[in-house]
């Protein structure tokens, strides 16, 4: 098998070619830099062509595909009725920069889903919508600090770009050269299900907290779900203050469930970001949420936002087909069916070689650590086993599995992944376990 592994290792030149050259033209060889492979090592895989649950790399060589894009390729890619409906859409002319039907489709559908959104704007990424929204929530309440939670990601603006420093109610610190500090001073960062550091955090900053942006299962940061009775603590703590709650389900928004983790939680964010899923692998954002709150928006309101190419009649009209697909019978029980079946797969598999691990999944999104307690936040999934993460992840992915290449990250599935793709999958799971866990054997025994 090691020789197998070894031959499928080496079998990646033109990856590898590629990225020598792509590095000489773009920061790192990539566009987003997650994709560097840079925290598990190696040289990144260069994808060709994807169809249904399955990539090729530029070798020709098959992957079994866990990222879907981050979330997007929900329905498999290269779906044959999203790509009618983009090829329909394309035939009629890209981008017209006016008002196009379709657009009242897209929001239809969305603001069937999700109640609480009333009104929404579509933009172009889930980064411009999260920072269109906090502009609204800032507008409307007229306050100018925000809080969000160490290892929730919401895209890359200036002021979304803030670590969490250690104590309680930390004054931000900027998260990236370039970012000024007069801009990461209005982000306040907590910890993650931590209900007394929150209540610590509002009363020091009474009545001064315009929004709370929170990711409702966070996925940037590996899987983490929010603890019992988090999110009703959050929500009443934003009631009291008059601050805005925003759930980013950028991720979770039609991956979870159809109606995103709100319809789960039961609790009414007063806005929603989303993106991912609703452009089905075009560019589509989407901020809405209230009236009174969305009315302040341009031309409605004064607070200006705008998009050249947003709600372009090709991105929306592959969110339409996608979001019409996934919402056929059966869509996100077949979804929850699948990570079930790989989460229980890798539990098993892992713990027959006494390796550490915790699950958890929610529609079609799956995440694991090397740990042995359930992680509740940053703080712990930065302490789970990293090393195993990177030897796993290698493994799996000369083995044929694409796993998102980092600790930090969720995984995700598609309709088109068979119960037969989920059991291949385990079983190159349980190879690599066994290799790992010999490993681990042999350097105890030395
Ligand atoms: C991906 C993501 C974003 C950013 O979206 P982009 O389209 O990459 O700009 C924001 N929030 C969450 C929760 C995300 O997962």
């Given at each position: 098998m090691l020789h197998d592994l070894q031959s499928r290792n080496n079998a990646r030149p033109r990856s590898k070619a590629l990225f020598e050259e792509a590095a000489g033209l773009m920061p790192g060889g990539v566009n987003s830099p997650v994709r560097a492979f840079a925290s598990v090592g190696g040289t990144p895989v260069f994808m060709k062509r994807g169809n249904g649950a399955y990539l090729w790399d530029e070798d020709g060589n098959r992957y079994i595909d866990y990222i879907t894009s981050w979330g997007p390729a929900i329905v498999g890619h290269a779906h044959p009725e999203v790509l009618k409906a983009i090829n329909d859409a394309a035939a009629d002319g890209l981008s017209f920069g006016t008002p196009t039907a379709r657009e009242s489709v897209l929001a239809h559908k969305i603001i069937d889903a999700m109640p609480a959104i009333e009104m929404l704007r579509l933009v172009s990424s889930g980064t411009e919508a999260c920072m269109s929204a906090l502009r609204v929530a800032r507008a409307f309440t007229g306050r100018t600090k925000i809080l969000k939670f160490e290892g929730c990601y919401h895209g890359h603006a200036d002021m979304l770009l803030v670590k969490a420093g250690s104590g309680a109610a930390t004054l931000g610190l900027s998260g990236s050269p370039g970012v000024p500090e007069s801009t990461a001073q209005h982000t306040l960062t907590a910890h993650f299900n931590d209900v007394e550091q929150l209540k610590e955090i509002f009363s020091a900053n009474h009545e001064a907290i315009a929004a709370v942006i929170v990711e409702p299962i966070i996925g940037n940061a590996g899987f983490i779900r929010p603890l019992p009775g988090f999110y009703e603590a959050l929500k009443n703590l934003c009631d009291e203050h008059g601050t805005i709650l925003i759930f980013d389900e950028v991720m979770t928004g039609f991956r979870v469930a159809h109606g995103g983790y709100q319809s789960l939680c039961g609790i009414k964010p007063d806005m929603t970001v989303l993106g991912k899923v609703i452009g089905g692998g075009m560019p589509v954002g989407a901020y809405g949420g209230r009236r009174d709150i969305m009315s302040l928006v341009a031309p409605s309101g004064p607070v200006y936002q705008a998009g050249t190419l947003s709600g372009n009649p090709v991105a929306v009209a592959c969110g339409i087909k996608t979001l019409e697909i996934l919402s056929r019978p059966g869509a996100y029980e077949t979804l929850s069916a699948r990570s079930s079946q790989l989460v229980h797969g890798f539990k098993s598999a892992a713990e027959d070689f006494g390796i550490p691990l915790t699950v958890d999944f929610e529609g079609g999104m799956f995440g694991f650590f090397f740990a042995k307690d359930a992680v509740r936040n940053y703080e712990d999934a930065k302490r789970t086993n990293l090393e195993t993460f990177k030897t796993f992840f290698q493994l799996m992915l000369d083995d044929g599995i694409y796993l998102a290449?980092?600790?930090?990250e969720a995984g995700f599935l598609s309709l088109a992944h068979t119960e037969a793709d989920i059991d291949s999958t385990v079983q190159a799971a349980r190879r690599a376990f066994k290799s790992i866990g010999e490993n681990a054997t042999k350097k105890a025994g030395r």
């Open positions: 290449p980092s600790a930090f």
